[in-house]
Structures are given as structure tokens and as C-alpha cells.
């Protein structure tokens, strides 16, 4: 069974500690700071493996985690990196913030790795903070706690040419008669229930080939999500050429043809615009049947005056076969060599997070007692402020002051007790500690207003 979504919770590793430790030796009985480093958290990342085509190992495992860094010693001794977490996914696989909707991904080849979570950075120890003014510091920061998000994942497969059309229509039997592909097939609507692939040849050995997907059936509304629309049109996306089989006998129940072929259009149009422009070639199916040998003569002369390139076949007996798998073969050739004329060469399309000015900040007055202060760099190091700790207070109320971020809550009128949300995290606006310096903040746990 092909599974083609999952979602997924991913971790990356918190950084280490960073150590408030001194010197302790035999004939230097007031050392001063050595505690080290805390060690990054490891990233997570997907990676692209080309043996797997589907997306059912997330089934049964949707959380993962990288390794955390270690913390800081004494003798300015480095906490250990954490280790980097690599998740394998099947090539096609396009990777959704879950939350915002937002395309981070787009997996198609081989190895192709992206980082979806990115480690902590490991805390500084207390060497650091040694200065002419304080000798014995005792401040050391908290490692940073790793990027963690859920994530969408949706598997597209990567064919070259789609067969798309209303069930029943020919479609596995067709894939069966022109590749080695053996679909299940069966006389009643949606036997397909998922994609197949069989790879076709033509020309013989060494000859051209390329992937034929059989997408299964689309029925009106598809595109809105009616029957299985969009569990199988993500799957037509990436082709880039598609043949519409249409049942030329009109079926048992003598159904309008060219209706059916224009319902299909919309469907595909109405998903994606960009599908209406991929080259279409029209295969009119059980030409074996006497109904569709009637019908044939009339149903080439509309799509050929529509400009539809038009193949007659029976995919029950193999005929006609071999000829559209051959203008299949040329279309694609010709679309390749359009592209390239249309196109500068340029590197596929990478997804990566805009260039951020990571110091900037602001604050917005969210109610009369509520206030944000957002900016990377200084949620980062709230974060890895251990507020338990008074020199890191101070040293909290230091950047406070000197960033002006204190300044600009006090110029939008801020008053003791109020509510400083700094990312997940509250801050209370407390009393004034000395003459002429903004109010010192306590930190409490954020709760629900």
C-alpha cells in the first residue's frame, strides 16, 4: 500500500550548558574562572534515499529527536557536540511546516538533504565573563534549546508521463500493455486506488524510456477534494507529459465522451494552472468495441480541431500501443528541448529561510498590561539566561538597558507588574533596584490569559 502523507515531530538537539567553575589547585588558592563551553545540539535533517518509495515508516514512528550537546567542565574543557540526525524519505517528497502551510522542501534527488531543525548553540562558561571589574564570575549561560516543529510530508512520485482520465477508462491496462508493470485490474470503478509505475521502452534496447504513471480515476470535484481527488492529483504535478485515456465506447452507461474529457480538464486546471500547459495527448481506448469505432470518426474531428493530438488504441489487445508509446516518446523529447529554449540554465529551485538581520527587535503593546519583544537574537538569549542565577540577572538587565529595548516598553508605558512576553516566556515588570535604572524584571511560566 502506498502511503504518500505523514506528519511528523522532529527535535533538534538543545545545547549544552555552559560551566561556573574555578580553579582549585594546590598552591593557587583563589584560581580563577575555567568552566568551559557547553557543546551545540545536534541538527536534524531530512535525507533523500532513493530505495524507498513510500512514506509508511512514519506510520509507526512520528517523533524524532537529535542528540543534545554536552555541558562545559572545568579546565575550560568543551561540552561533546551533539550528534546530527539524518531521517530518511522517499525521492518526491515535499516537506510543509505544519503550522503555517509553509513549503520548506521540495526532495527529489538522491542524498539531497535539508535541515528542518536546527541544534542549539551550547552556553558560554564563566571564563568567559571574567573582566577587570569581576574576577570571580559566577555566571554561565544556559545551552539553547533546539528548534522543534511538526511537520507535513507529502510524496509526489516523479514519472515522466501521467495517464489521467474518469475510472474505468483503460488506464492499468494500459500501463500493463506498454510497461511490465501488473496493476490490479478489475470491470468497476476505482479498482486503481493508488499510483503505479512501470517504465516503458522504446526503440528496443538502448532505445529511450521513460517512468509512466497510471493516476488513478477523477471524477467531478476532484479538485476540491470529492471522491479521492486530492489524494491522487498531487501526484500528476511533476510529470511532464500527460496522456488522457478516454473510454471511446461511451461505457455501459453511453456517457457523453467529450464531456467526460473536459470534466478531466477542469479537474486538473481547477488543482493546478500550471497542469493545463504540460503537453496532452489523447488516447481513444476499446477501439475493439464496435460502440467506439462508431463513435471514433466524430470524437477525433472535435479534439483535433481543439488541437489535441489524437491516438487510437485498444489496451485490451495491445493495439495501437507501441505507436502512442512512441508519440509519447517524441513529445517528451520536444518538451525537453522547449524547456531548454525557454528557460535560462539555472540551479533548481532550493527552499531556504530569508537572510534576517538576526539583532534587530521590536515591541508591540499587545493589551493595556501586555506587551512583546520579538527579535532572534535576543529571544535566543533570554533563553539561555538562567534567571536563577544574579549575575545573570544582571547581566540580563545590562543588555536590557543598553539594547534600549527597556527604554522603548517605557515609552510605551509600561507600569510594575505588567506582562513581557519574550517568546515563551513571561517577564514581570517589577519594582525599580536602584536610582535611574528601568524596572527589573522577574520570570514567571507563561500561562493562558
Given at each position: 500500500?502506498?502511503?504518500?502523507?505523514?506528519?511528523?515531530?522532529?527535535?533538534?538537539?538543545?545545547?549544552?550548558?555552559?560551566?561556573?567553575?574555578?580553579?582549585?589547585?594546590?598552591?593557587?588558592?583563589?584560581?580563577?574562572?575555567?568552566?568551559?563551553?557547553?557543546?551545540?545540539?545536534?541538527?536534524?535533517?531530512?535525507?533523500?534515499?532513493?530505495?524507498?518509495?513510500?512514506?509508511?515508516?512514519?506510520?509507526?514512528?512520528?517523533?524524532?529527536?537529535?542528540?543534545?550537546?554536552?555541558?562545559?567542565?572545568?579546565?575550560?574543557?568543551?561540552?561533546?557536540?551533539?550528534?546530527?540526525?539524518?531521517?530518511?524519505?522517499?525521492?518526491?517528497?515535499?516537506?510543509?511546516?505544519?503550522?503555517?502551510?509553509?513549503?520548506?522542501?521540495?526532495?527529489?534527488?538522491?542524498?539531497?538533504?535539508?535541515?528542518?531543525?536546527?541544534?542549539?548553540?551550547?552556553?558560554?562558561?564563566?571564563?568567559?565573563?571574567?573582566?577587570?571589574?569581576?574576577?570571580?564570575?559566577?555566571?554561565?549561560?544556559?545551552?539553547?534549546?533546539?528548534?522543534?516543529?511538526?511537520?507535513?510530508?507529502?510524496?509526489?512520485?516523479?514519472?515522466?508521463?501521467?495517464?489521467?482520465?474518469?475510472?474505468?477508462?483503460?488506464?492499468?491496462?494500459?500501463?500493463?500493455?506498454?510497461?511490465?508493470?501488473?496493476?490490479?485490474?478489475?470491470?468497476?470503478?476505482?479498482?486503481?486506488?493508488?499510483?503505479?509505475?512501470?517504465?516503458?521502452?522504446?526503440?528496443?534496447?538502448?532505445?529511450?524510456?521513460?517512468?509512466?504513471?497510471?493516476?488513478?480515476?477523477?471524477?467531478?470535484?476532484?479538485?476540491?477534494?470529492?471522491?479521492?481527488?486530492?489524494?491522487?492529483?498531487?501526484?500528476?504535478?511533476?510529470?511532464?507529459?500527460?496522456?488522457?485515456?478516454?473510454?471511446?465506447?461511451?461505457?455501459?452507461?453511453?456517457?457523453?465522451?467529450?464531456?467526460?474529457?473536459?470534466?478531466?480538464?477542469?479537474?486538473?486546471?481547477?488543482?493546478?494552472?500550471?497542469?493545463?500547459?504540460?503537453?496532452?495527448?489523447?488516447?481513444?481506448?476499446?477501439?475493439?468495441?464496435?460502440?467506439?469505432?462508431?463513435?471514433?470518426?466524430?470524437?477525433?474531428?472535435?479534439?483535433?480541431?481543439?488541437?489535441?493530438?489524437?491516438m487510437e488504441i485498444s489496451a485490451a489487445t495491445g493495439k495501437g500501443v507501441p505507436e502512442l508509446m512512441a508519440a509519447v516518446a517524441t513529445t517528451l523529447r520536444e518538451a525537453a528541448a522547449r524547456q531548454q529554449e525557454e528557460e535560462k540554465p539555472q540551479e533548481r529551485r532550493r527552499y531556504t529561510l530569508a537572510n534576517v538581520d538576526e539583532r534587530a527587535w521590536e515591541v508591540d503593546r499587545l493589551s493595556p498590561h501586555h506587551f512583546a519583544v520579538r527579535g532572534i537574537a535576543f529571544e535566543r538569549f533570554v533563553k539561555m539566561t538562567n534567571f536563577g542565577n544574579e549575575d545573570a540577572v544582571r547581566r540580563f538587565q545590562h543588555v536590557l538597558d543598553t539594547s534600549?529595548?527597556?527604554?522603548?516598553?517605557?515609552?510605551?508605558?509600561?507600569?510594575?507588574?505588567?506582562?513581557?512576553?519574550?517568546?515563551?516566556?513571561?517577564?514581570?515588570?517589577?519594582?525599580?533596584?536602584?536610582?535611574?535604572?528601568?524596572?527589573?524584571?522577574?520570570?514567571?511560566?507563561?500561562?493562558?490569559?
Open positions: 500500500m502506498l502511503i504518500d502523507r505523514a506528519r511528523i515531530h522532529v527535535k533538534a538537539g538543545d545545547g549544552g550548558n555552559g560551566s561556573a567553575s574555578f580553579r582549585r589547585e594546590k598552591y593557587v588558592p583563589r584560581g580563577g574562572p575555567d568552566g568551559g563551553d557547553g557543546g551545540h545540539g545536534g541538527d536534524l535533517l531530512l535525507r533523500v534515499k532513493d530505495n524507498l518509495s513510500s512514506l509508511l515508516a512514519f506510520q509507526y514512528n512520528a517523533h524524532f529527536a537529535a542528540e543534545r550537546g554536552g555541558g562545559g567542565t572545568k579546565q575550560q574543557k568543551h561540552g561533546k557536540q551533539g550528534s546530527r540526525l539524518y531521517v530518511d524519505v522517499p525521492p518526491g517528497t515535499v516537506v510543509f511546516d505544519d503550522e503555517s502551510g509553509e513549503v520548506l522542501a521540495d526532495l527529489t534527488e538522491p542524498d539531497e538533504e535539508v535541515v528542518v531543525a536546527k541544534g542549539g548553540r551550547g552556553g558560554l562558561g564563566n571564563v568567559h565573563f571574567k573582566s577587570s571589574t569581576r574576577q570571580a564570575p559566577k555566571l554561565a549561560e544556559l545551552g539553547e534549546p533546539g528548534e522543534e516543529r511538526w511537520l507535513r510530508l507529502e510524496l509526489r512520485l516523479i514519472a515522466d508521463v501521467g495517464l489521467v482520465g474518469l475510472p474505468n477508462a483503460g488506464k492499468s491496462t494500459l500501463l500493463a500493455a506498454a510497461s511490465a508493470a501488473r496493476p490490479k485490474i478489475a470491470d468497476y470503478p476505482f479498482t486503481t486506488l493508488e499510483p503505479n509505475l512501470g517504465v516503458v521502452e522504446v526503440g528496443g534496447a538502448g532505445g529511450q524510456t521513460f517512468v509512466l504513471a497510471d493516476i488513478p480515476g477523477l471524477i467531478q470535484g476532484a479538485a476540491g477534494g470529492s471522491g479521492l481527488g486530492h489524494e491522487f492529483l498531487r501526484h500528476v504535478s511533476r510529470t511532464r507529459v500527460l496522456v488522457h485515456v478516454l473510454d471511446a465506447s461511451g461505457g455501459l452507461e453511453e456517457r457523453d465522451v467529450l464531456g467526460d474529457f473536459r470534466t478531466v480538464n477542469a479537474e486538473l486546471a481547477a488543482y493546478d494552472d500550471t497542469l493545463a500547459d504540460k503537453p496532452m495527448l489523447v488516447a481513444l481506448n476499446k477501439t475493439d468495441l464496435m460502440e467506439a469505432r462508431q463513435r471514433l470518426p466524430e470524437l477525433r474531428a472535435t479534439l483535433e480541431r481543439e488541437h489535441f493530438p489524437v534600549g529595548i527597556a527604554q522603548e516598553l517605557g515609552r510605551q508605558g509600561i507600569v510594575t507588574q505588567d506582562i513581557v512576553h519574550i517568546g515563551d516566556l513571561e517577564l514581570v515588570w517589577g519594582e525599580e533596584h536602584s536610582l535611574g535604572a528601568p524596572p527589573m524584571p522577574s520570570r514567571r511560566r507563561r500561562h493562558e490569559d
